[in-house]
Structure formats: C-alpha cells, structure tokens
C-alpha cells in the first residue's frame, strides 16, 4: 500500500471511532440539534407576529415569517457542531489517548481527519432535523431538486470550515471547558447578520458589521436557493469565506497538533 492508502485507511479507521463514540454518547449531537430548534420555536411562536409585521407581510420574498427566518436557524444549526468537535478534540488531547496513537503506526493526520469527518456527519444530521421541524411548523421551500442540492453543498462548506477552525480551538485549549466555551461566539453569530431580521433595520453601526461579517452572504444564499429571493453576489463571497475559514482552519489544526506531539 502506498503512504497515500495507508493515511486513508487510518483515517477511515479513526472516523468510525469517532462515530461509535457519537452513537455511545449522542448528547452532544442531540443538543446541537436541539438549541436551534428551540430557536426556532421561539422566534416562530413567541416572536414570530411581531417580527413580522416589522419585516412586512412579504417577509423578503413571500410567505409567513417561518420561511424568512427558517433558512438562518438553519444556519444555526451548522454552526452548533463546533462546540461538539472542540470538545471531542481537546478530550483527546488532554486524557493521554493521543500519546497512545504516537506509540503506533498512524498516518499523523489521521487522528484529525477523523474527528473532521466525523464532526461533519454529526452536524448535518442536526441539519437535516433542523430542516424537518422547520417543515412540520409551516416551512414551505419552493427550492427546485437542484437548489435543494446546492443548498445542502453550501451547507456542508460552512460545516468543514467551522470543524477545522472548532478543531484547532480545541487542540489549544488546557481543558474541556475551555473548549466548549471557545466556539460558542460562532453559534450565535448569525443572529447578528441577517438571520432573524432584514440588516437595513439595524442601527449603522451593527448593520455595518451584519453586511460585512461571514454567515450573512450564506444566510442570503440559502434564502434565495431555498425561498426564491435575490441572491445576487451573496453566493460568491460565501464560497470565497467557507475556502478561507476552511483553509485558516486546516493549517491551524495542523499547527497546533505538531506543536502537540513534540
């Protein structure tokens, strides 16, 4: 087998590691799926009326507020991983398991590869029940079979560069704790962006940082794949962030695990 070969098998290997782990111990996927669906019961039926009306019977394209806010708690749930990884990450790290792998004949990315991966499939199956409570509460898409595809594919971009990036928080960090509450700012970033009402209603100060900060060309994007509304410019310049935090991630994590291991 080539050095290639080798590094897959190991790290295919250490990802059904990582999903044992998950199905022994699914509190953290359950909880990153739960937090945004509590969110979005709670800005459908608690503030649902009174958003609303602020945005206007249209709701930026059509239909009841449930279909403006949907596509950004969506969002939310890709977001919600992070924590999960960090967690997974830095508990490896700081219980000696790592130092065990260096004693064996494991490709050196494998133990990250596998947490990545892992951390993925865990997060869009939040996504994916995210997705189904929205439906049952009055979500109504009009997205084509292909817009539901590429909205799954910006989906998964936002959830690998959010691993790498959550990974790297939790191989810096001394302790678990630390490491849960690292990526927490991420989880609730795209309340501050266009997720739960239209940017041109904030103050210029926070509508400056709303416009210009990552998941607000996301959230515009899966709207418009989603809803039908005006994508515009939105969708390059989310591709252009998920590359760039997917990459700044990567490098990172690799960093921070050599550093680790001498």
């Known amino acids: 087998m080539s050095t290639l070969n080798y590094a897959i098998a190991d790290s295919a290997t250490m990802l059904r590691r990582n999903l044992k782990h998950a199905l022994r111990y699914p509190s953290m996927t359950l909880t990153s799926a739960a937090i945004p669906i509590i969110m979005l019961l709670l800005f459908v039926y608690v503030f649902g009326n009174a958003l609303g009306a602020g945005i206007g019977p249209a709701s930026e394209g059509g239909g009841e507020y449930v279909d403006y806010v949907a596509p950004g708690i969506i969002l939310m749930a890709a977001t919600s991983g992070a924590i999960a990884v960090a967690v997974s990450v830095c508990v490896d790290m700081t219980e000696g398991i790592v130092n065990r792998f260096r004693t064996m004949s494991i490709s050196r990315a494998a133990v990250l590869n596998g947490h990545v991966v892992g951390g993925v499939i865990q997060t869009m199956v939040s996504v994916v029940l995210v997705i189904g409570v929205a439906l049952l509460i009055g979500f109504r898409p009009n997205a084509t079979p292909v817009e ?23 191989l810096v960090s001394r302790t678990v704790e630390s490491a849960s509450n690292a990526p927490t700012p991420l989880t609730f970033l795209p309340f501050l962006g266009s997720a739960i009402v ?25 709207r418009g794949l989603l809803m039908g509304t005006e994508i515009g410019n939105s969708a390059l310049i989310a591709v252009a962030w998920c590359v760039g935090l997917s990459v700044l991630g990567y490098f990172w994590a690799r960093s921070a695990y050599d550093r680790a291991r001498k």
């Open 148 to 170: 539901w595809l590429a909205t799954i594919a910006v989906l998964a971009m936002v959830v690998l560069a959010l691993t790498w990036v959550s990974a790297a928080m939790g």
């Open 198 to 222: 239209p940017t041109d209603s904030m103050p210029t100060g926070v509508r400056w940082f709303a416009e210009y900060q990552p998941f607000t060309p996301v959230i515009e994007t899966l």
